[in-house]
């Protein structure tokens, strides 16, 4: 019989899971603490300790700073005497002198400790291993492990499991019910890397079945494959304002030859910011137009996609090629005349926003889908594109870029293009990290860049002042930078919050070499180019992930000028330092983009919401990449095999779209 739960407990699964109690059993541990008793004859400065014995006197606390509190007592081992101190622990009141206590914390030498918890119990009644989990506000340890016990008590019964039974016998994995219980209520050490290591294989293998499904199911014929004029194509290549690096010709090759197949393309072209995808993206745009159909461009922000535009009718100014743009902001009547001449085939590359998704919208002949900027885009929107024609060809664009075979196995849906090189010509961008959220000490060096003709993006983590965040706003240093500097700089600022008409005419104003300082958000983050643009400040860099700071950063050195990119923080914090040295000492955005991986962990690749990569409750793509190698193996093997147990497995997979559980 399920045991109810009480209306705080309840209050408290509803912070933490939107749909039923169940999905409490989700709720990983941060870590375990392990309760063994310590050798006292081994002790060594600064190691961790835990011993049982008795408190042998008063407790003392002393309040400090508000809140802040230490408490000390002493403590006797059956073979030591020890001075204790535990920090913001008011509560703590002396027990009897015959009451056992478990004391852990660090051994401080000189028989002290700094403890970091105190139980009133004796080592063989507690648990030797006790998970700690993720609190919210007004939630304790205590409160969710008894919401956890309850919830495992009333379902673990109903554990389903789906994974094929010789997968899990041929790698000792344990069943489903067996795994929660461990990584809830683990008995010892072993126990909890073996639950790790049975949902690491699990998720990892439910993911690559997913994507190898994708790719099994998106193989098939095109209806009518089409050859493209390779003399033209050169024509074209050839009049372009510069020329292709070895990579960019390496993946137009790889592109144009999907393309040109029977069967329809599904591709990833991967590169660093700045090593010229759109110029690939522009080349094979046109090839498709050589063959009679027609392009869809989508891009996540209308200042991407008219950035785009820009180019592409750059890119195109020799050719007799109609590029169009659609967006939400345009005024509907040219929207219409747009949709119109695209339904008649009058446009020939349409490049938008989620504009393109309206129902209202159809392609004549629909053959090339390019995705910029792909992981800001789910699934079932890129989906919604793919069948606004028949067997179209889908090209996926990335700026995360991820060594080769990672990428491979990750995506494994797609076929993977990499540009590694970048355009000759370009220097290093010179960036130097400036321990103060402030201008001061190079504002002399500034004025000498501006004065040299070049423009400077300010970034900043917020548009307007928050006192819960103390960070710069886009409104507070554009205000500060006019009135100091007004005299001498041409300064605008640009944010969300402005109207699509406003930002483009600001963008305008700033690529014309109007506006010397743009004082912005990360809106800039993605596409926009601005040759002239040299320096960039970024506030409270802190705050902002490596590879969005890399991103950033590609903004600038754009042309063949030196460029400088200042990071500003007042965080003394030695992590976030040594993630800031990382953009000091290196450019190279696969280095870069695996340091943020294994600092911040990936996005989610399978839902709507997602940064790229995907997400996984346990598995770690950075060091488990054997594991994940072996899932992709086996997957590959489930998808294609008639074994009633892989069939059972896939039909599972396919029922589970979007779902995030490990059990259901």
């Known amino acids: 019989m399920a045991r109810p739960f009480t209306d705080r407990q309840k209050d408290i699964i509803s912070l933490y899971s939107k749909e039923t109690s169940n999905q409490m059993l989700r709720l990983v541990p941060l870590r ?9 004859d081994t002790l060594l400065t600064g190691s961790s300790i835990v011993l049982e014995g008795r408190i042998t006197s008063p407790l003392q606390t002393v309040r400090y700073r508000g809140k802040q509190s230490v408490t000390r007592f002493t403590f006797s081992t059956e073979s030591n005497d020890y001075k204790v101190s535990i920090f913001n622990r008011p509560w703590l009141k002396s027990p009897d002198e015959k009451t056992s206590v478990v004391v852990k914390g660090r051994y401080d030498g000189s028989q002290r400790i700094t403890a970091s918890n105190v139980l009133f119990t004796t080592l063989s009644q507690q648990p030797s291993v006790v998970p700690v989990y993720p609190l919210k506000e007004g939630v304790k340890q205590r409160d969710l492990r008894a919401i956890i ?11 389903s499991d789906q994974m094929p039974d010789y997968l899990r016998k041929k790698y000792r994995l344990s069943s489903l019910s067996s795994a929660i219980r461990m990584l809830h209520f683990p008995q010892n050490p072993q126990e909890v890397l073996q639950a790790t290591r049975t949902f690491k294989y699990q998720e990892f293998l439910r993911y690559m079945t ?10 098939y014929k095109k209806l009518t494959p089409y050859s493209i004029s390779e003399s033209k194509l050169e024509a074209f290549i050839k009049h372009l304002p510069f020329e292709l690096t070895v990579d960019q010709q390496m993946v ?6 999907d393309m040109t197949s029977d069967v329809r393309m599904s591709r990833l072209l991967q590169g660093d910011v700045g090593s010229g995808k759109t110029a690939v993206a522009a080349i094979v745009a046109y090839a498709a137009t050589l063959g009679s159909k027609q392009v869809a461009i989508l891009a996540p922000t209308e200042l991407l996609a008219t950035q785009h535009l820009k180019s592409f009718k750059q890119f195109f100014k020799n050719v007799d090629v109609v590029i169009e743009g659609l967006y939400a902001s345009m005024p509907n009547s040219v929207q219409l005349d747009v949709i119109e001449r695209c339904r008649q085939k009058q446009v020939d590359i349409l490049i938008g926003t989620h504009s393109i998704f309206q129902d209202r919208i159809f392609f004549s002949d629909l053959g090339l889908v390019i995705v910029d900027e792909q992981h800001r885009f789910g699934v079932r929107q890129r989906q919604m594109l793919y069948e606004k024609g028949t067997s179209v060809d889908v090209l996926m664009m990335s700026a995360t870029p991820i060594p080769r075979t990672l990428a491979s196995t990750l995506f494994a849906d797609m076929d993977v293009s990499t540009i590694e090189t970048m355009p000759s010509g370009r220097k290093k961008i ?4 400036i321990k103060e959220n402030s201008i001061r000490s190079i504002l002399d060096t500034l004025i000498d860049l501006v004065q040299a003709k070049n423009q400077i993006y300010v970034v900043c983590p917020t548009i307007v002042e928050s006192d819960a965040l103390n960070v710069k706003s886009v ?7 006019k009135a100091a500097m007004g005299h001498l700089w041409r300064i605008e600022a640009l944010h969300g919050q402005l109207k699509a008409a406003e930002k483009e005419a600001i963008m305008s104003q700033f690529s014309a070499g109007n506006i010397d300082v743009l004082v912005s958000t990360t809106v800039i983050e993605v596409g926009v180019d601005v040759k002239q643009a040299n320096i960039m400040i970024i506030y409270d860099a802190h705050r902002f992930g490596l590879l969005q700071l890399h991103q950033l950063r590609g903004r600038i050195g754009r042309n063949q000028s030196q460029a400088y990119c200042y990071l500003l923080t007042s965080s003394s914090d030695p992590l976030s330092l040594t993630r800031l040295q990382t953009l000091v000492d290196s450019d190279n955005g696969f280095h870069i983009s695996m340091q943020d991986l294994a600092l911040r962990g990936p996005g989610d690749l399978l839902g709507i919401k997602q940064s790229g990569l995907p997400q996984f409750m346990m598995g770690d793509i950075v060091n488990d990449q054997h594991i994940l190698t072996i899932a992709k193996e086996d997957a590959y093997k489930i998808v294609y095999s008639e074994n009633t147990e892989d069939v059972q497995y896939v039909n599972w997979v396919l029922n589970q779209e979007n779902s995030e559980t490990f059990f259901e």
Do not use: D, H
């Open 32 to 40: 375990y603490e392990y309760f063994e008793a310590t050798n006292e």
């Open 149 to 159: 016990a309850k919830t495992y008590q009333n379902c673990k019964e109903e554990f």
């Open 430 to 433: 010179v960036t130097t990290l």
């Open 475 to 481: 409104t507070t240093i554009a205000a500060s930078l």
């Open 210 to 219: 997913e994507v190898t499904l994708r790719k099994k199911m998106g193989m």
């Open 252 to 257: 137009t090759q790889e592109i144009i030859s």
